[in-house]
C-alpha cells in the first residue's frame, strides 16, 4: 500500500476557537459584504503587520492587479512583465486593456532582470509588472533606478511576498502598487481574496470605489469599476489566519531549512533563490535540475509521483508559450533563453507548515537516491 498523498502545498487553516467569535458576530450583525467591520478591521490590522500604511482590500490577486492598472492609468501602451509567473500576472496586462511584452529573467532571483526590461523598452512603454517570485525579493533599486530614469512606472506582483522584508523594511512599499493574493495555496489565505498596497490614501480609496461598481455615494458612479469586494466571511478567514501567521512562517522555514541543509551538494541540483533568506517567507521550495543530475527534471517528478508525492512545475510552461500569448514578438523563444532553462529545470519540491519530518526525509531521500 503506498503511502498517503503529499501535495506540492496543503492550504493553512485558522484555529477553530480564532475564528468561530468572528463568525458569530457576523450572525450577529448580518453584514455579509460591503466595507464591513470586519473588513475595515482586518484592513487596518493587516497594514500593522505588514508594515505598510493604506490597504485595499480585494476579492483575488487578480482583480487586485486590474484595478491597480487601471488606477495607474494603464489601459492602453504596453506592460513589461515576466513570462515565469503565473498566467494571472498577463492575463492582468490584457484585461486592463494593455499590451504585454515579455523580458528575460536572471538566473539567480528567477525575476525579472531590470537590464533585460531595459532593453525592451519602446515609445509605447508605459510600465513595467514585475513579481516577486517564490517570494524571491526583485531587484527593487534595480526598477526604482529605471523607473525614474525611462519615466515608466513599476507596480508589483507581489502574488507571493506576504510578510517579506528586505533590510528590515517590507518589500511592498517599492513601486507605485503591490498587489497581494490570498488564495487558498498561498503562504497566508482567507480562502480566496487579495490586497492592494498603495502609496497614499488617496489612491487607496479609488481602488475601493473601482472595486465597488466605480460608486462615489449612492446616487454618483465616476468610473467603469467592477465588483472585487472581499466580503465579511474572507475578512473574518484572514482576521483568523494572522493570529498563527507568525506559528506558520516559523514552520515554513524549518522545512525549508532542512532541504536546504540536506540537498546541498547534491551534483546538478541547485535550490533556487538567493543565498541570503533573512526576512524571507519560504513561500515554495523550487530546485533546478540540471543535465549534471542523473535523471532530468521530469523523470524526477514522474519517480516522486510514482511514491504519491505531487511536486510541480511552477513555472512551466511559460507564459510566453500559451496560447493567448505566444504570438507576440516578445514571446520568441530566443528572446528569453534563461526564462526558458529555468522553466525547463524548475521543480517545486511539498513545502507547508504541518509537513512532517518524516514525510519530508522520504521525499528528500527520493531526490538523493541515484
Ligand atoms: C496566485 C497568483 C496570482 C493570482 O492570485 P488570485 O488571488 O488567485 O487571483 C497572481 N500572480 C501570481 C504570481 C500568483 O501566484
Partial sequence: MKPPAIHVTRPSLPELDDLMPLLQSIWESHVLTNNGPLLQRFEAVLAGYLGVEHISLVANGTLGTVLAMQQAGLTDGEVITTPFSFVATTHAIKQAGATPVFADIDPVTLNLDPAKVEKMITPQTRAILPVHVFGFPCDVAGFDDLAARRGVKVLYDAAHAFGVKQDGQSVLHHGEMSVLSFHATKVFNTFEGGAVVTRDRDTKTAIDRLANFGFLDQVSVDAVGTN????????????????????????????????????????????????????????????????????????LLARLASENIFARRYFYPLISDLAPYNMLPSADP?????????????????????????????????????
Avoid: W
Avoid at 341 to 364: F, T, V
Fill in 334 to 370: 530566443a528572446c528569453l533563453p534563461i526564462a526558458r532553462k529555468m522553466a525547463d529545470q524548475i521543480l517545486c519540491l511539498p513545502l507547508y507548515p504541518d509537513l512532517d519530518e518524516a514525510s519530508q526525509d522520504r521525499i528528500i531521500d527520493l531526490v538523493l537516491a541515484r
Fill in 228 to 299: 472585487a469586494k472581499m466580503n465579511e466571511f474572507c475578512a473574518a478567514m484572514g482576521l483568523a489566519q494572522l493570529c498563527g501567521i507568525d506559528g506558520v512562517l516559523a514552520a515554513r522555514r524549518t522545512v525549508a531549512n532542512r532541504y536546504l541543509d540536506r540537498l546541498q551538494g547534491v551534483p546538478g541540483l541547485r535550490c533556487a533563490g538567493p543565498a541570503d533568506r533573512d526576512g524571507h517567507n519560504n513561500y515554495a521550495f523550487p530546485i533546478l535540475v540540471d543535465p549534471a543530475y542523473h535523471i532530468d527534471r521530469d523523470t
